[in-house]
């Protein structure tokens, strides 16, 4: 892959569109110096990779996939360690096959990782005991640390975001490839949550039948190498522009310009101007894009921004991700989804019931409510049923790790224990315990919805599990 020439508009450009959320460099010859280095480095991802994903997003789109992104709110350079990494792998594969056997369609398996190291803040700065400091906005940018050097913003930390992201990327590729995704393995998981939750019986029978189905593939002859065989794709929300436009290549088999930081990148809510710097940029790469919407959003805002980043309707080119709230997600998402396929185009469409639903506790504590979580994602499944469309994903911030940091679940966690371990470095995530039960919720919809399309849980086609 050759640096990017003037297929991309170049930095100046993009900033000359008033960049939103974007760190304020003091030394704009060390960013300068920052952005030719990062020019140098190898691709983060490769170009066939890339393509590979916007296939199977495009089988999301056409209702015939489903799209798990999840992963950490904000990635941080001191939790880029085998245990973190394994423990987000785990619980995503877990819920990954209890997915996908419900919903007898493959789960395209998304992570937030090797890359979301910043975040965009509703105040540049922070104020403590009569100290005001810029705001944390990410490992990326400066230091959660509450020291006014460490809230410097340092653009030698996208260097350290590139040095993660690679040492993050290499690892889950040797997970995926040295047998931690096998099947066997990742069923034994659930099967232990299982056990020792107090899920319900449905769910044990689910179990079961997993434990059945991967039997029956076994005594048909399904290989080894089938049965240890998953696609794991790596995204992040392309928020700092010197970061991928510097990684930004042009492919040598197509003369396009792909993004190499991820395989798939996200517009967020804060910087989806419709002319803005982060909508143009990507518009012109190959890479799929996902954009947030939230409640703001209109349905003539959603098709201008589809025909801005989709012009040519493309099959897997776009995601559209809901972030509304459990209490809007029913009246402002419907006439959303009928104005964006009314243009014949076919984005996939996600649930983000996150971003919506955080708030703050009694203690302090910024925090979101698993019931709410799951309501907005009943929301969401019941405007597409409705209208006849296929919801064909989520977007869940989560950890494998045992925190404390959403109320709610299984473990009734409340208020009272969310200074127990409290990790996040932004906003809460669900726990190991909470994404498996989200899962097994999930899964009930998905059947149903199969049950619908007149397509009911069957026997197995085996491969359709990698």
Known sequence: MAVVPDVIPSLADLHARGAEQQPEYADPAEVARVVALLRRRPPLVFAGEVDALRRRIAEAAAGRAFILQAGDCAETFANVTALNIKNSL??????????????QVPVVKLGRIAGQYAKPRSSGTETRGGVTLPSYRGDAVNSLEFDADLRRHDPLRLVEVYNASAATLNLVRAFVDGGFADLRTVHSWNSDFVRTSPIEARYESLAAEIDRALAFMITCG?????LRTVHYYASHEALLLEYEHALTRIDSRTGTPYD?????????????????????????????????????????????????????????????????GADRIRDV??????AVEATGRKVAWVCDPMHGNTFSSSSG?????FDRVWAEVTGFFDVHSELGTWPGGVHIELTGNDVTECVGGLDQIDERHLGDAYETACDPRLNRSQSLELAFYLAQRLTDEAIKRDNPIQAFEPKELA
């Open 90 to 103: 785990r619980v995503q594969l877990s819920m990954a096959l209890v997915l996908q056997y419900a919903a």
């Open 222 to 226: 399904i290989t080894d190498d089938e």
């Open 260 to 324: 190499t930081s991820g395989h798939m990148l996200w517009i967020g809510e804060r910087t989806r101007q419709l002319q803005g710097a982060h909508v143009e940029f990507l518009s012109r790469l190959r890479n799929p894009i996902g954009v947030k919407i939230g409640p703001s959003v209109t349905p003539g805002d959603a098709v201008a921004l589809a025909e801005r980043l989709d012009p040519d309707r493309e099959p897997g080119r776009l995601t559209m991700i809901s972030r509304m």
């Open 333 to 338: 998402l419907p006439p959303i989804v009928r």
């Open 365 to 369: 504590f910024k925090t979101r409510s």
